[in-house]
């Protein structure tokens, strides 16, 4: 997927929002966008989605199925959680089969029963990116997927930016808390000023491996949780040292 | 896109939102039938109503777009495309559909003096299809997508009905002929001007269609 010369102003004579933008979206990577409130941010995250038109320049080669996660997911509607992802998923064609999975990961089934104007902010934010999830994407956008969500969901879309990236789909996320810089291969482009630039890796201060010892079959679960949480987890068993999955 | 349209008629119906054009709709045809319509003025109170009842269909079908939150409606964008759009109109559509069998089956029942013959009855039905087509069209380019503040998409609504009575009034190609087939039909040579009034609606419906699509190309 490639983004080239794009503009983009809501009204005419309006300063432009975006300007020069060429992103080339490679099959597998994960890009995390970032940049001050008010950027721009969102903007070319509904750019790639397919929902706004560039004012000038050409988005070409955007994947078929697209899933999109909104900042703010709409729970003003007259709906259950199962009802909704009912219609989601014959609307996206997909089996609700589906919909058991994907509550299931993220820990919501104890909502399926609740109506989406009653949800807590990050219960509602859970079917936002349930919804988007259901579909399974080859482009999936995700704007401020972590905010407000429990640790283990964290995890769990960490998991699954990874495991679409690692299948050849693209993520594109804004990403606030910083949970998917652990992830391999992301690239992060900031916007700031209108334009969209590739930040350089900043040097860190020295690194300390702290180990930790308990049973395999709670080590992946372990590693997800470290990496939503920031860190780059290393799992070792007799004595075999190699990077977590 | 029937899943989508289905999915915005269950919104619908369980918003509060469908009440309010069905009482206007009530109220309006429950005054045009209060006394009676007696035999031979059939055709002439079928073209009132469905020339009156055009703002009841156009805000039905922008209550029913308008009840999808917009970031909803990107969700539905990036699920079917631009069969989003249609799959809006669609389900609008079949609301108005209800309204209208709602305003020609309640005269049968109990406004009309007699059974009309079967042509009046099938003109009649043609008038408010196309009343409904008008104002699912009015709707739609009203609609939050379109016209993000409600005060001005109301005046727009409201407005733009009064503006095709007035303008209707001097031809019927000026503008979606309501006026036209009302006064036709109350002067009994509704039969020699219907081809006319057909083209010209099927017209003005077409441009407000393609207005429509033009403007939601940047209005997501």
Redesign the interface.
Same mark, same amino acid.
């Given at each position: 997927m490639r983004i080239s010369g794009l503009y983009l102003r809501y009204r005419r004579k309006d300063p432009w929002v975006l300007a020069e933008v060429d992103l080339e979206l490679a099959p597998g990577s994960v890009i995390e966008v970032v940049g001050p409130n008010g950027s721009g941010k969102s903007t070319l995250l /509904?750019v790639i *989605? %397919?929902?706004? /038109?560039p004012t000038r320049g050409t988005v070409t080669g955007r994947p078929a199925i697209? %899933?999109?996660a909104?900042e /703010? @997911?709409?729970a *003003? !509607?007259? @709906?259950t959680v199962a009802g909704y992802l009912r219609?989601?998923a *014959?609307? /996206?064609?997909v089996d609700e089969s589906a919909i058991d999975e994907w509550t299931s990961r993220l820990r919501m089934d104890h909502l399926l029963g609740q109506r989406l104007p009653d949800l807590s902010k990050g219960s509602a934010h859970k079917v936002g990116l349930a !919804? *988007?999830l259901l579909?399974g994407p080859d482009l999936l956008?995700l704007d401020e997927p972590f905010a407000g969500l429990d640790t283990a969901a964290r995890a769990e879309i960490a998991l699954t930016v990874d495991a679409i990236a690692t299948r050849g789909g693209i993520v594109v996320a804004s990403d606030h808390q910083g949970d998917l810089r652990t992830l391999p291969n992301v690239t992060r482009y900031e916007v700031r000023d209108s334009r969209v630039r590739p930040m350089t890796t900043q040097a860190s201060e020295p690194i300390l491996n702290v180990s930790v010892r308990l049973p395999l079959s709670r080590a992946s679960l372990l590693a997800a949780h470290l990496r939503a949480e920031g860190h780059e987890p290393l799992l070792s068993q007799d004595e075999t040292v190699e990077a977590a999955e | 896109m029937i899943a989508l349209t289905r999915f915005r008629i269950a919104g619908y119906a369980r918003s509060h939102r469908a009440f309010q054009p069905l009482l206007l709709l009530l109220v309006v045809i429950s005054l045009l039938y209060a006394t009676g319509v007696p035999v031979g003025n059939e055709l002439s109170s079928y073209a009132d109503s469905a020339a009156i009842l055009i703002p009841a269909f156009a805000w039905a079908a922008r209550g029913l777009l308008d009840t999808e939150p917009d970031e909803q409606r990107m969700i539905a964008l990036t699920a079917v495309g631009r069969a989003e759009l249609a799959s809006g109109l669609l389900a609008a559509l079949a609301c108005n559909t209800i309204l209208a069998l709602i305003a020609l089956v309640w005269p049968l029942a109990g406004g009309f003096a007699a059974i009309p013959p079967v042509g009046t009855l099938a003109t009649g039905i043609g008038l408010h299809a196309l009343a409904v087509l008008a104002g699912t069209v009015i709707g739609a380019l009203t609609s939050r997508a379109i016209l993000p503040s409600p005060a001005i998409s109301i005046v727009a609504l409201i407005g733009g009905y009064f503006a095709i009575l007035m303008a209707g009034s001097s031809s019927v190609w000026a503008t979606f002929p309501a006026m036209t087939w009302m006064h036709a039909a109350n002067h009994g040579d509704l039969a020699t001007r219907l081809p006319a009034i057909v083209v010209s609606a099927t017209v003005w419906i077409g441009l407000g269609l393609l207005g429509y699509a033009g403007l939601r190309r940047t209005r997501p």
């Open positions: /509904r *989605a %397919g929902l706004l /038109r697209v %899933g999109y909104p /703010r @997911f709409p *003003a !509607q007259p @709906f219609h989601l *014959a609307i /996206r064609k !919804q *988007a579909c956008i | -």
